[in-house]
Every structure is written in C-alpha cells, then in structure tokens.
C-alpha cells in the first residue's frame, strides 16, 4: 500500500510539474542560430516542446527537417516530434540563399548523413499538426518563429481561429529602422515571404512579440563570450563549435557586411532573442507597444516592416517590439543551453 501510495504521489507531482510548464511549438528553418534557438528552450526546465515544425529559409525544407533532427540528437531529445512543412513561400519559387550559414543552412561541415532521416520525420503536414497542437492545447501554446513565415499564414487559412487559440507568439523578424539584410529594407525571413509575413501580423491577434533584426543587433554579444560558450566541455557545446567552424572567422572579420556597417562587430544570435523572449519575459527590459504592417510593394521596400506610432493605419491590434534587452540574463540561458544533453 505504502508503495502505491509513493507512487501515485510521485504521479501527482509530476503531474504538477508538467502542468507548470509553458508548452512551445518551435517553427523554424534551422540554420545555426535556429539550432542555438531549439537548445535552449531544450535547456530551459519551464519549457516543454510539443513539436518542432519545419519551413524553408535558411536551407531546403530537406536540409532544414534533417537540422532539426541533428540538433535534438545532439542533446538526447529525440522523442520530440518534428513535422515537414512549407518548402516555398506563398508567392514565387524559394530563393535559394547560401550566406554564412552554407547550403546545408549549418556550415556545409557535417559528413556524416542520416539516411534514415525521412523516417524520423512524422507523416502529417506541420500546418495540419500545428493547427491539431493548438486546437488541443487552447491558450496554452507559445508558438516561436525563427523563419519565414509560411507555416503560419497557411495556418490561419486552413483555420481562421488557429491565431486565437493560441497563447502567444514569438517572431524573429523583420525591422523596426528600415534597415534590411538582404536588400536595402528587409529583413531575411521577412524577405524570403514577404506575404506570409503581412498575413500573419495582420491576423494573428494573439499577444506577438517581435524580436527584429535590429533589437537582436543592438544587443549583440562579444566575440570574447562566444569562445567561453563554445568552450564549454558538453556534446552540445562541442556541435556548436563544429558548425560555426567555417563561418567564425567570415563573421568575426568581415567588416563590409550590413551587419557591420550599420552595428559594429559582435556576436548576435538572432533567433536565441525571440526565443529567449519566450522562456523568460523578464529578458525583455523594453518595447514599442504599437501596430505595425509589412510592405508588398516596391523594388526597395518589399518585406520591410513599418511601425505605426501614430495611428495612421487605424489598426486595432498593436504588437510588442522588443527593443532592449537584459544582455546578463540572455547570456546565462545561451550557456546554459550548450550545457547539454544533460547528465
Ligand atoms: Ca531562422
């Protein structure tokens, strides 16, 4: 009897803890920064992740699924769904990118293929399996978007109620300063689908917080940092290493990027902010609370973000631009996540 009784108050608390946790859905197009993203909602013990969905972005959806599977091989997490989703945006055929990130999205230095890799990929569509995650889950899910939008404008076409259903959402992406990446006033994943990206901030009403180009920027790290985190002595730590191997010395050195010419040097981990966001609101020190609306037209400013601070637009929905951030608590959740699998 004793031992039920154990048992079933062991049951009872670790129902409890579950229950405490924020469940996040992860949509992503896994480059190296999204990788970085994934481990640290991985590491973090409030999070739990109920699926990682796939776009297109930084590498073909093909790369992007298989990323994702690498990462939460390297921290022991394979038991989290992954889902394949858009391999084009909405509009016009995907722009194949290749910048720092090589094709493969993490540094063209991985050899070693997984040709079982489409059998560990589930077989329902990641717009259906977000949409079925949500449904099931009303109000509890945070859903955290590292890359073009896609997945989620195809969402809330399948399901106008999908953005009410959800708790919140966090976007990497886009500008607040007009200030682009990849042309002149765009942002990349903004860039790459400019129309997902209107569609979303028009329709999904749910809080949104908005992690853009310029808030990860201005609060970039040093590179002296980034050695003591990719030194650290865990399998996690060591992938990380390996997949910037290539791409350290371009990013570190390069002084002709926009990056640079607009910031400076540093270590900026894009997507690590909009999901750091997510994990701990207190990293967030400021915003711009207002309503904003992406651009479709132009040869300079298609995909480019504006902020209506003065009500122009009439909108009713205002979003969370994140603007200042809590550099010493975002780099205790970057150590941490490279601290892992977790022993
Ligand atoms: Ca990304």
């Known amino acids: 009897m004793s031992a ?96 720092h990130f090589g094709t493969d999205g993490l540094g063209d230095v991985l050899k070693d293929k997984d040709p079982q890799w489409e059998e560990k990929i589930q077989s329902e569509h990641a717009v259906n399996a977000l949409i079925r995650l949500v449904t099931a889950n009303r109000k509890q899910v945070s859903l955290v978007a590292l890359g073009p939008l896609t997945n989620l404008a195809l969402a809330v076409r399948l399901d106008p109620s999908f953005p009410q259903k959800l708790k919140d959402l966090y976007i990497m992406g886009g500008n607040m300063e007009g200030k682009g990446n990849v042309t002149l006033c765009a942002e990349f994943n903004f860039a790459m689908d400019p129309e997902s990206a209107y569609i979303v901030l028009e329709e999904f009403l749910c809080p949104t917080y908005l992690a853009t180009w310029e808030y990860s920027c201005r609060n970039a790290l040093t590179w002296e940092f980034f050695e003591q985190l990719i030194q650290q002595d865990a399998p996690a730590a060591a ?23 607009y910031f400076g040097s540093g270590y900026v981990s894009y997507d690590a902010y909009a999901m750091a966001a997510c994990i701990d609101g207190s990293v967030v020190t400021e915003s711009i609370t207002c309503p904003v609306r992406v651009e479709l037209q132009g040869s300079m400013c298609r995909g480019m973000m504006a902020l209506d601070q003065t009500n122009e637009l009439k909108k009713s929905h205002s979003v969370f631009v994140l603007t200042k951030c809590d550099v010493e608590k975002f780099s205790q959740l970057l150590l941490q996540s490279l601290r892992q699998p977790k022993k």
């Open 4 to 99: 039920c009784r154990d048992l079933k108050t062991s049951l009872h608390r670790l129902k409890a803890i579950m229950a405490a946790k924020k469940q996040v859905i992860i949509d992503t197009d896994c480059g190296i920064d999204d990788a970085q993203a994934i481990m640290m909602a991985l590491a973090a013990p409030n999070i739990e992740i109920v699926g990682v969905t796939c776009v297109f972005g930084n590498a073909a959806i093909e790369h992007v699924c298989q990323n994702v599977l690498r990462v939460l091989a390297v921290c022991e997490r394979e038991g989290i769904p992954v889902f394949r989703g858009s391999g084009v945006p909405l509009v016009g055929a995907r722009n194949p990118v290749s910048d």
């Open 239 to 261: 992938f990380m290493k390996v997949i910037t191997s290539k791409c350290r010395a371009y990013c570190r050195e390069t002084t002709s990027n926009k990056r640079y010419v």
